[in-house]
């Protein structure tokens, strides 16, 4: 499913640059109250290649999208599992009136911690009832969505470096955050043969940084950080900078469609990690760090949840990044800053 | 491993290690991400620390002596294809050293482990470190893109599963290598490993005890399971290691080869054939397996033929 077909970008004469006398693209970016979708707005905002943002969340403005440009962007309240409300998103003046062709679809519950069905609803229903209303709009021509590497399966066998046609974990015991990812991807890949609309999956490695939540944020600023007895994989994390400059790319290169894994610039084990980032690892064996999670948790301790890692804590998950380098032109340029990296020079 | 572990390990080194191993483990091509790790997760100060157990073992237990090492190419991609045997597989680590300490410049052998052994706690992060890489036909072909030497046993682990009475006949090889070479248009090495397959006499295999522990084999020998742990020490054979001089199948099939299962058989059988037979004139030319009498000329570094002995 990795291939990508023929590329439609609006007024696409061939080549896939980012050439100045293309249109301008203009974006909708769906849960732009999260970490990724505040800083993707900021920085869409300010790209003289891109037209104009609308970005949408359920409830009011939030503060930090108050200071952009109004010429440039604008923040319509929109809950995705509402149908009457994402009707009229799409059926809408704005959208009609700023000629919206691209959608960066990120509102998904990125805390493992919010289960059940309303989650699985917004998470899987909700990416589903998006892209069935963009196709049915006519005027979308790429729909971007953003997954992660916890879809990937892991065990003694996968490879170190994962490329886009690796199994996919559809284990039913997974923890219900990486099942609703793999099932959200799936609805995503079951439309790249659409005509009319593109569909680009990118998948994240792991998201590092100040400000910015998720499992390894929270993972290596717990107290204290707890490994498998006897494994110590290699992990690859990414920067919040180079999160957005893919997304970027994934809006602006005619591509078609297509899946692309997205790395960062730090590779190291989780040891490492976790010294750089002035923290001991404690290494325990391997069926006691679910209960001691489970009680840090209840002691407000983290905000980790194991059970979403436990694979990637016993074997190493490397994407293969070929096909983002050659067909997006993406390279990480951005280092993790960790409290303790001139300990590591030095 | 801590950066506090990573400088007592070079402490260790300096210690242990004589100069020109020193400075072969300070200078061997490692291309570090930026903490210290390759892009397989190898760690030089933990491929340093294995290097200086299974050197010890190379030099003063088994006493190998190589041929040929001027075969082994000392830049680019090439597939290493040795006979694999001796219930506790240590013939690839102690071939890894060999290659080490007389290729010049010295190169790390990354050698394709059978998948069952990255499930296991300590042995899988010990194996990754030192620069094993776990067998997937992906891992084969990043490896040989990035013109890494590859070490392979085609035979799999039914090679390290013969009984004694087998020793030395070699296993139908897989053709997966064979497919990767010509694709990649990487020169195979045939290879003999004498001593390994009486290192550890294996009388009887417990396949059923095997299958509920989810090992290739449960081996018998004549120390073990009765002496516990202590009966899988390896007896000290004296190893006669061959290179044998580079195959270079591309030259004559195109990278479509690959596909056609004929070709691809036909090719691993030649492969087999060929280490079989260095495995026969090995045989044919040995005095004794233990060898532990005759007193070595000391050879350091081999000599113009490629050939080199460890000093008594």
Redesign the interface.
Known sequence: MATARTPREPGAKGGNGEGRNRPKHNVLITGVSSTAGRHLAMHLAADPRIGFVLGTAPGPRPRFLAGLDPKRFLYLPSDILRPRQVRDLFHGAHFKEHGIDTVVHLAFVSHPNLKGRKVHRLNVEGTKGLLDRCMESGRVRKFVFKSSDAVYKLD??????L?ENADLNHDPEADQWVQDRVAAEMICRSRMDSAGMDVVILRFASIVGRNVGGQMNAYFDGRFVFK?????P?LNLVHMKDVIEAIRLAILKNTGSGIFNIAG?????V??FA??NGRRCIALP?HLLEVVNWAMRRLKMTDYYYSVDRDRM???C?L?TTRAREILGYAPTR?IEFREYR??EG | ???EGRRIAWKFAERLLSPGDLAAVQRFDFQD?????D???MERESAMLAYLVFNALHRHWFRVESRGIQNVPTTGPAILVPNHGGVVPIDGALMAVDVFKNLDPPRVVRYIVD???????????FL?RAGQ???????VE?LVRRGELVGLFPEGAKGTGKLFHERYRLRRFNVGFIEIALRHRVPIVPVSILGSEEQAPMLANLAPLARLMGVPYFPITPTFPHLGPLGLIPLPAKYHITYETPLRFYEEHPPSAADDPVVVRMLADKVQVRVQEMLDDALSQRESIFDLGSPLEPRPGGNENGDSTNPP
Do not use: H, I, Q
């Open positions: 003694p066998s996968t490879p170190v470096y490329d498998a007895l006897g494994y110590d290699l610039a730090d590779t190291a084990t040891t490492t010294e750089l391997e016993r074997y190493t490397l293969d280092s300990g590591l | 491993m801590t950066l991400l930026g903490y210290g790790y892009p397989f997760g998948t069952f052994a990255a499930g296991f706690p300590f042995v899988s992060t990754s890489v776990f067998g997937d036909r992906k891992n990043d």
